[in-house]
């Protein structure tokens, strides 16, 4: 009975995860839709000539919390969003020092990782690990 208890006060933790992350997601997205020279601006930053890269940015970011949606559903069944979620944020500082390696994007513009990127390491990666630790395959019947 103590197993189950522990089980479902996990899963409340991952939902309320998930459900801060639609919120932040949708959030981000359509800010960064409506006002996608924005974060340019407030940087110092020459603005992109092509505004619907940004605005296509912030549309698959907004995508992304309505999957998030979906998995606080069920988050252990539904691992596989929070997987996209886990790795989409680790790749994100490999294209950001590319980007500056490139002399594409300024150093300064790496703090949008720690708000966009980092934070979301922490509550990720433990909702995937639990799923890899309770639900390992069933070995077949020799």
Known sequence: ?????????????MRGVLLAAVLYNVLWGAFVVLF???????????????????QHVGMIVGVYGVGCAV?????LR??????????????????????VAAGDLPLRFGFTLLTKVVIWWIPF??????????????????
């Open 125 to 142: 990666a433990p909702i995937f690990h639990a799923f890899r630790t309770n639900h390992q395959p069933k070995a077949a019947n020799a």
């Open 78 to 99: 539904h691992w596989p969003i929070v997987l996209v979620g886990l790795l989409g944020k680790a790749f994100g500082p490999v294209g950001f020092v590319s980007a």
């Open 71 to 75: 998995g606080a559903l069920d988050p």
């Open 1 to 13: 009975m103590k197993r189950d208890s522990m089980k479902r006060d996990n899963v409340a933790w």
């Open 36 to 54: 996608s020279f924005a974060l340019f601006r407030s940087l110092g930053m020459e603005l992109p000539n092509y505004p619907g890269i940004s």
